[in-house]
């Protein structure tokens, strides 16, 4: 059974959220502060996360700092829920590493879609197609789980690697954000969100030499471009 430490001070919308997740399958667990969270982590380390960023003690972007900078937690996935929903917010909250974000009001049903959607890829989800190691300054380490640009380590979460693994393994083919929704997030692709263009967005800032490979085909999606084709 997976299992949710759920992390916010609002205790109507907890127990609403506590009583939906049970209900669909997930164990949960409880904390209404930063400290609290951080008391279930020491006891417990749970599969997944659903963070709140309105917290009384401390911000959920600080405590999600916290997680992702201790080797017992960084791996456990982060879904940042709140009422910030501005752009700038969302890209905040991917920079220290959340996985997924969901803006209150929100729909029960596709929370749990979401969450399901995070437990199926960091279990492995579906066998991915298998992509080449480079892609002109680009070169990944699958099995290692690590990427590279012109030979220095760059730092993607789990879900930027992802990505990139698959725009490598679909060199040169366009990716809508529908089939993006459904392969990388493993989510309905009826699931409306800007998330997919928030996460390119950051991953073509970390590939340094290499981000222009990763272009935007306006109004299908996005591509890598082999930089052979390019001369």
Known sequence: ????????????????????????????????????????????????????????????????????????????????????????????????????YVTKPFSVRELVLRLKAVARRAGGGRSAERPPETVGPIRIDVDAHRAFVDGAEVQLTPLEFRLLTTFMARLGRVQSREQLLEDVWEMSSEVE????????????????????????VRGIGYRLIDPREKG
């Open 1 to 100: 059974m997976t299992s949710v430490l759920l992390v916010d001070d609002e205790r109507d919308l907890l127990s609403l959220l506590d009583f939906n997740l049970r209900a669909a399958g997930f164990e949960t667990l409880l904390a209404t502060t930063g400290e609290q969270a951080l008391v279930q982590l020491r006891r417990r380390v749970p599969d997944i996360i659903l963070l709140d960023l309105m917290l009384p003690d401390v911000s959920g972007t600080e405590l999600c700092r916290q997680i992702k900078a201790d080797p017992r937690t960084r791996n456990v996935p982060v879904v940042i829920l709140t009422a910030k929903g501005d752009e700038l917010d969302r890209v905040v909250g991917f920079e220290v590493g959340a996985d997924d």
């Open 193 to 216: 969100t800007r998330t997919v263009d928030t996460h390119v967005k950051r991953l073509r800032e970390k590939l340094g030499s290499g981000r222009d490979l990763l272009e935007t």
